[in-house]
């Protein structure tokens, strides 16, 4: 894939005309609903590089983590269970109402595919797991980083799916690497699309956008919720922790089961994304029932130990009495088998 084609598409005059009925569009880019800090200031630069080039060792797995095999037979369709697959990171594989929906499908083994030093994925050979995946009624992205939308996969992809919901904004990226924009549906915050008996609304974090030095938050980020006649899902995006989290709780909660971001956090960034005990917050805030914390065991993109994020959380959602499950990569489960937390990290170094 040529380095040109990683960043995407240019904004387009009609991206520019739908992005200003947005209330989240403010002249040039969008913003989050509370003021935020993108990043680190160049006076932090020397610690910042230092934290980052220090005990490389421990931020990734000493092996590749295995991932199972996909059990086509376990995952037939259903139109009363849900069914779910974390493949690491920010990829998930859902089943709900006999819909098969893939989140953030980012099968690639490197999540900078434009710098210098390459950002290796702790498992191996992962873009080949798309050929053994089942129909796909729709895939949704949260937003264009490169370690939720990946060149490599989208391409691999774009054969097998003929329904596409995306962040505003995101369209532009597809269709330059070949989708039929017809096929896609873009969101805004608290829009809402239907895909058979799954009611999906897009719903805001707190992040930012870009694939490149010149596209920063020119188009959208956020989460999804799912409501069906049996189950209510919240996928929490990326994102810092804010007031949002108690606002769709209190809006679209209780929730079955959520998806909350839990690694890649560092003191330089406090806003874009949440320390792991701020994630049990967030989950308490949304009033979710099991919480599983996804965002890590993918790639080591912050400063700290590959397992520190979900062990921080597991410590955290027990002080504060909130059930959660940690699902092995690449096994299914089912909603219906009472999920409990497992340890299975514990295995690897």
Same mark, same amino acid.
């Given at each position: ?56 060792? #421990? ?52 999540? #900078? ?57 995101? #369209? ?178």
């Amino acid at each position: 894939m040529s380095l040109k084609a990683q960043f995407g598409a240019s904004l387009r005059k009609k991206d520019l005309e739908k992005f200003k009925i947005s209330s989240a569009w403010k002249g040039k880019k969008f913003h989050n609903l509370s003021p935020t800090l993108m990043g680190f200031s160049l006076g932090n630069l020397p610690e910042v590089l230092k934290d980052n080039f220090s005990n490389r060792k #421990s931020r990734m797995p000493q092996a590749p983590l295995p991932i199972k095999n996909f059990n086509r037979t376990k995952f037939k369709k259903d139109d009363h269970s849900l069914k779910l697959v974390w493949y690491g990171h920010a990829v998930l594989l859902l089943q709900l109402s006999g819909k098969n929906i893939l989140i953030d499908p980012m099968f690639g083994d490197d999540a #900078s595919p434009i710098a210098p030093i390459k950002t290796k994925r702790f498992s191996e050979d992962t873009i080949e797991i798309i050929d053994t995946l089942p129909e796909i009624d729709a895939i949704l992205i949260t937003h264009d980083h490169y370690d939720h939308l990946d060149l490599s996969s989208i391409k691999k992809l774009i054969p097998r799916v003929k329904n596409w919901i995306v962040a505003l904004g995101v #369209s532009r990226h597809l269709v330059k690497w070949g989708l039929n924009e017809e096929l896609i549906t873009e969101l805004d915050w608290w829009d809402q699309v239907t895909l058979g008996p799954i009611n999906i609304t897009y719903t805001p974090s707190r992040h930012f956008s870009g694939r490149g030095a010149f596209d920063r938050a020119q188009s959208l980020w956020g989460g999804f919720i799912f409501k069906t006649a049996d189950y209510s899902v919240y996928h929490s995006g990326d994102g810092g922790y804010d007031t949002h989290f108690k606002t769709i709780g209190e809006k679209y909660g209780p929730f079955d089961l959520m998806f909350v971001e839990c690694g890649q956090y560092y003191k330089h960034w406090p806003q874009i994304h949440m320390f792991p005990e701020e994630s049990v917050q967030a989950a308490i805030d949304a009033n979710t029932q099991i919480a599983v914390p996804i965002h890590w065991g993918g790639f080591a993109l912050a400063p700290h130990d590959w397992k520190e994020p979900v062990e921080r959380f597991a410590k955290a959602a027990g002080e504060k009495g909130l059930q959660i499950f940690t699902p092995q990569l690449g096994e299914i489960y089912t909603l219906e088998e009472k999920l409990k937390a497992n340890n299975w990290w514990e295995n690897y170094v």
